[in-house]
């Protein structure tokens, strides 16, 4: 059996790899544009920050052997074309033309199988100057080495990255930590990671990279990349006002790889070529996987287009299982997504509340703000998760945390990322047993705290606001329309009385049943503690005794505090 | 609403207090025999270790008010009765007879609902001299408190610990940490956790504590505690010879609570009091929680019993809820756990292998071991990590891990609990999408490899020992029977070449197809690389080859040296 592979990145070389496991005597030939091949590309920021020392690391073996032409030969049995590139694929003849890039030659190969993993390109928007010298994409290691070699000679003072996903981010980091470059995102939305995690999360991240050093303009457009005379990038031109520049990335997202495709007259949609669970195109002897398929969202049941080589890597699996004449289904994805910046951790998975609306759902925002260890446990971080949730069914769509213990923030994503496909609600999550001991969490994890509140919440006894109502509350606190009611103890509300009295009201949970009286009933009152905990018990109080108008603050004050609001300072 | 809830640690209060935020009209009344509630009893080796400054932290807040009588009844409006037993359930009269302890009065409470939370007791086998001075069990803060004077007061130099469970094993720790206290573990059976985890995951423990300087008689019997005239423990005798002691701790599990229960005729098993999904006992208005009742195992669908304080608070909370007119079903458990210990983690859910074969199950262990990060990314520690997987249905009904990265381990494990009660099988695991960045993983997730390499040990092309099975071809190595193959690089081979050729021999995995010659037909192979991924696709060539006899070992030589196996120290 003959099997071309084209791409070998990450889905190319485990669909290659996989079919020589199961089928020893079939003839697999993988070929790529680059001469460098199988490299992790996730990896670029840390061989950029000097984490990694050398860029080989990035496609060595985790036994130190370099992925070569010469590693797949000997290892694996995979004959490998470099610098070659598919031009054409005749499905009547089962013919690949290909094409030498170095001598221009072209040849033709047959197949009996085909493999398209033919992977994504950054999007590069039409913006005056984009062609300058120091402007990058950060898509593969000729460019990283590049960027790596101005950077060493010491050439960046001042980078801007366009776009605030998660390589915009990354590149920050990695520009800042280690070479103490200034660096500027520049994001065209309202936040950071803008369609994957909700703006209170993203303020959240904002604010720590922002305490890191980085500058970041939100609701900026970039109007012009400006050179000087020899070609060089020397600033930008936002909608904010003029950026100096000796360095531009642009991170403005991929778009998936599908000409060859939609030259083969194979189904594709602007996701991505279009594959059958089997990870087989409208062609049964092409199969395709990574980065130019189209994936479909095991929540919304649509079809999504996601960059992840985590999901190259098993879809090339299962494409190698499937030509060698075995049956593996890719059933799609619950788009998760991790990243980590400085200190901090982000992880996702699931729905957005803006998307999960988007798509039609009836979707609500919970919260829970807890500790990563029990609360007696000498190191503890905060974690904030919170969930979305559909308040027709009870399903819950979505999940996103933040914190500083990225292992234990990811590690409570990936537990409820891996039941999604199970269509779960409130109440799978609400026993779901994590395990338990000190060092790992509190008796009652923070993800099944999600679920009460949740139930809470659904049943219209939680009634809370999120950081963003809550500001503009705030900002109308001189009206006399609201009253601000801590909870806590003395010691914790004493600042913020002293200072915002008689709006800022402390009546710690303990004594609030004795000073009812003494509460407003024509005004809205925002109940605040630490976490929120307590502020939905005392919320419970009120509407007994008949108070209208009455929410808590979700995540309180620690969840303030994380996304940068102070509101000692605050004036 | 009458409610009295008997026994105030953990499912008690937590039901009383969720009675009271759904029903604030009800009257809930709360029952215990100790003086101290609503504590952490988990938390009892943290303080005696020292890193909890102060034992109240253990029934505080963690807004570090005491959880008291005051708390109970100021915060949460719930009536406390400390010091006070119930002796009697009157079920036709729903009245509930009562002892204060201090003065022996009986008194006689009515009730509409009941909520039985008696938790549980330590066993304490019947051992000539256990009740010699010195001689404790883990279970309250009294004794916690008595535990902590003596070492403080530099009474105790030696210590023995009687039973290798979590408990036995988290006080050698902290014993041994803060305190350099001798402490030796004596455990009955052939490891560490018995029932809990395989004997190779023991094995790993095992040698990361001993490391530490505890010492560890396993298959050890305790004959007898030796006491001096004045009544005071000095030994503990044992089948293994006699072992000096200031101080013994008796952990030696725990039995649940169910005389109160028995007594009102209500059904009971030896794993505890018979509730249904609502935690009803066979008296419906009779609810019971916690250490005390029975759990269904939703791996077995049988009644096991499990002490746990995140279980009983969950099942608290979910009491509350139904006894205010809710609707909330506790499914069961899987039966999860996970201790930290010096630098270790060891996590758990389902069953082993050796418990799943007791149950009839046709199971089988699968190893993966990879590290938690991007191999190329700085920080990083292996994860070792276990499957129990059926042979019949490729259904997993378990998990273990262990590493050095406590977060991520226990993460993992997680992960994959959650899909428990949905009856994964591995093509569940296979495809799992677990969210992916270089700092949290590899492009291919641990979990998604082991099931991988359960896929191909199910179809027979994977075929491996474990370390127990290795270690006894090893102690044959002379006898000519085996050839132990070293797929590695030259480098890495090179000292167990030098110190056992012509058994121990070097082929690296691109040179295999070359020196296949060179291999004995008539031998078992066992081939060995680091962490047994190489070990696997040689063997797949030697199969093809035709090769009798191959294994590879699981876990390679990571897993030996984890377990404190050297082999070149080995004589």
């Given at each position: 059996?003959?099997?071309?592979?084209?791409?070998?990145?990450?889905?190319?070389?485990?669909?290659?790899?996989?079919?020589?496991?199961?089928?020893?005597?079939?003839?697999?030939?993988?070929?790529?544009?680059?001469?460098?091949?199988?490299?992790?590309?996730?990896?670029?920021?840390?061989?950029?920050?000097?984490?990694?020392?050398?860029?080989?690391?990035?496609?060595?073996?985790?036994?130190?052997?370099?992925?070569?032409?010469?590693?797949?030969?000997?290892?694996?049995?995979?004959?490998?074309?470099?610098?070659?590139?598919?031009?054409?694929?005749?499905?009547?003849?089962?013919?690949?033309?290909?094409?030498?890039?170095?001598?221009?030659?072209?040849?033709?190969?047959?197949?009996?199988?085909?493999?398209?993993?033919?992977?994504?390109?950054?999007?590069?928007?039409?913006?005056?100057?984009?062609?300058?010298?120091?402007?990058?994409?950060?898509?593969?290691?000729?460019?990283?080495?590049?960027?790596?070699?101005?950077?060493?000679?010491?050439?960046?003072?001042?980078?801007?990255?366009?776009?605030?996903?998660?390589?915009?981010?990354?590149?920050?980091?990695?520009?800042?930590?280690?070479?103490?470059?200034?660096?500027?995102?520049?994001?065209?939305?309202?936040?950071?990671l803008p369609k994957i995690v909700e703006p209170e999360i993203a303020f959240m991240l904002q604010a720590h990279v922002e305490m890191h050093g980085v500058k970041i303009l939100c609701n900026s457009q970039v109007k012009k990349i400006i050179k000087d005379d020899s070609g060089n990038v020397s600033g930008v031109l936002t909608t904010k006002g003029?950026?100096?520049?000796?360095?531009?990335?642009?991170?403005?997202?991929?778009?998936?790889?599908?000409?060859?495709?939609?030259?083969?007259?194979?189904?594709?949609?602007?996701?991505?070529?279009?594959?059958?669970?089997?990870?087989?195109?409208?062609?049964?002897?092409?199969?395709?996987?990574?980065?130019?398929?189209?994936?479909?969202?095991?929540?919304?049941?649509?079809?999504?287009?996601?960059?992840?080589?985590?999901?190259?890597?098993?879809?090339?699996?299962?494409?190698?299982?499937?030509?060698?004449?075995?049956?593996?289904?890719?059933?799609?994805?619950?788009?998760?997504?991790?990243?980590?910046?400085?200190?901090?951790?982000?992880?996702?998975?699931?729905?957005?509340?803006?998307?999960?609306?988007?798509?039609?759902?009836?979707?609500?925002?919970?919260?829970?703000?807890?500790?990563?260890?029990?609360?007696?446990?000498?190191?503890?971080?905060?974690?904030?998760?919170?969930?979305?949730?559909?308040?027709?069914?009870?399903?819950?769509?979505?999940?996103?945390?933040?914190?500083?213990?990225?292992?234990?923030?990811?590690?409570?994503?990936?537990?409820?990322?891996?039941?999604?496909?199970?269509?779960?609600?409130?109440?799978?999550?609400?026993?779901?047993?994590?395990?338990?001991?000190?060092?790992?969490?509190?008796?009652?994890?923070?993800?099944?705290?999600?679920?009460?509140?949740?139930?809470?919440?659904?049943?219209?006894?939680?009634?809370?606001?999120?950081?963003?109502?809550?500001?503009?509350?705030?900002?109308?606190?001189?009206?006399?329309?609201?009253?601000?009611?801590?909870?806590?103890?003395?010691?914790?509300?004493?600042?913020?009385?002293?200072?915002?009295?008689?709006?800022?009201?402390?009546?710690?949970?303990?004594?609030?049943?004795?000073?009812?009286?003494?509460?407003?009933?024509?005004?809205?009152?925002?109940?605040?503690?630490?976490?929120?905990?307590?502020?939905?018990?005392?919320?419970?109080?009120?509407?007994?005794?008949?108070?209208?108008?009455?929410?808590?603050?979700?995540?309180?004050?620690?969840?303030?505090?994380?996304a940068g609001i102070d509101l000692i300072q605050s004036s």
């Amino acid at each position: 059996m003959k099997v071309i592979v084209i791409g070998a990145v990450a889905a190319g070389p485990k669909a290659a790899c996989r079919v020589k496991r199961l089928l020893p005597e079939a003839d697999v030939t993988m070929v790529d544009k680059d001469s460098i091949i199988s490299y992790g590309a996730c990896g670029i920021p840390y061989f950029i920050s000097g984490d990694i020392p050398s860029i080989e690391e990035l496609f060595s073996t985790n036994f130190h052997v370099l992925r070569d032409i010469k590693y797949f030969e000997e290892f694996k049995g995979v004959k490998v074309l470099t610098q070659t590139e598919a031009v054409f694929i005749n499905r009547r003849k089962k013919e690949v033309t290909l094409k030498e890039l170095t001598t221009g030659k072209e040849f033709v190969l047959p197949y009996d199988k085909l493999v398209l993993a033919t992977g994504s390109t950054p999007f590069i928007p039409p913006i005056e100057g984009v062609d300058a010298q120091g402007v990058f994409t950060v898509a593969n290691m000729h460019d990283t080495q590049k960027i790596h070699e101005l950077i060493k000679r010491g050439e960046v003072e001042r980078a801007v990255i366009i776009g605030g996903g998660a390589i915009g981010i990354e590149m920050a980091e990695a520009l800042t930590d280690m070479w103490g470059i200034e660096v500027t995102i520049v994001e065209m939305t309202s936040q950071l990671l803008p369609k994957i995690v909700e703006p209170e999360i993203a303020f959240m991240l904002q604010a720590h990279v922002e305490m890191h050093g980085v500058k970041i303009l939100c609701n900026s457009q970039v109007k012009k990349i400006i050179k000087d005379d020899s070609g060089n990038v020397s600033g930008v031109l936002t909608t904010k006002g003029e950026l100096a520049a000796d360095l531009v990335i642009m991170a403005t997202g991929v778009r998936p790889n599908i000409k060859l495709a939609q030259e083969a007259e194979l189904l594709t949609t602007p996701q991505g070529i279009v594959v059958n669970k089997r990870l087989q195109t409208s062609d049964p002897d092409i199969y395709a996987g990574g980065n130019c398929v189209q994936n479909w969202c095991l929540i919304t049941g649509k079809g999504v287009f996601l960059s992840s080589g985590s999901i190259a890597n098993r879809q090339g699996r299962i494409i190698g299982t499937n030509i060698a004449g075995g049956r593996d289904l890719f059933e799609g994805v619950v788009r998760s997504f991790v990243i980590k910046v400085f200190d901090i951790c982000v992880a996702k998975a699931g729905l957005s509340v803006e998307v999960a609306r988007e798509e039609g759902f009836n979707a609500l925002p919970v919260m829970a703000v807890q500790l990563d260890r029990a609360h007696f446990y000498p190191t503890k971080q905060l974690i904030y998760l919170q969930l979305t949730v559909d308040k027709d069914t009870g399903r819950i769509l979505g999940i996103q945390a933040v914190g500083l213990n990225g292992d234990a923030v990811v590690g409570k994503v990936n537990t409820m990322a891996a039941m999604l496909k199970f269509r779960p609600t409130i109440e799978d999550l609400s026993t779901l047993e994590v395990a338990y001991a000190p060092p790992f969490g509190a008796a009652m994890d923070i993800l099944n705290t999600a679920a009460h509140v949740a139930q809470n919440t659904l049943k219209g006894k939680n009634r809370s606001i999120g950081i963003m109502e809550f500001l503009s509350f705030w900002q109308e606190r001189n009206t006399g329309k609201y009253l601000f009611l801590d909870v806590r103890e003395a010691t914790d509300a004493k600042a913020l009385v002293e200072k915002y009295a008689p709006y800022w009201v402390n009546i710690s949970q303990a004594d609030i049943k004795r000073h009812l009286s003494n509460l407003p009933l024509d005004k809205t009152i925002v109940i605040v503690c630490n976490t929120g905990m307590r502020s939905y018990e005392v919320q419970l109080i009120l509407d007994k005794a008949g108070f209208k108008n009455v929410f808590t603050l979700r995540g309180g004050i620690a969840a303030l505090k994380m996304a940068g609001i102070d509101l000692i300072q605050s004036s």
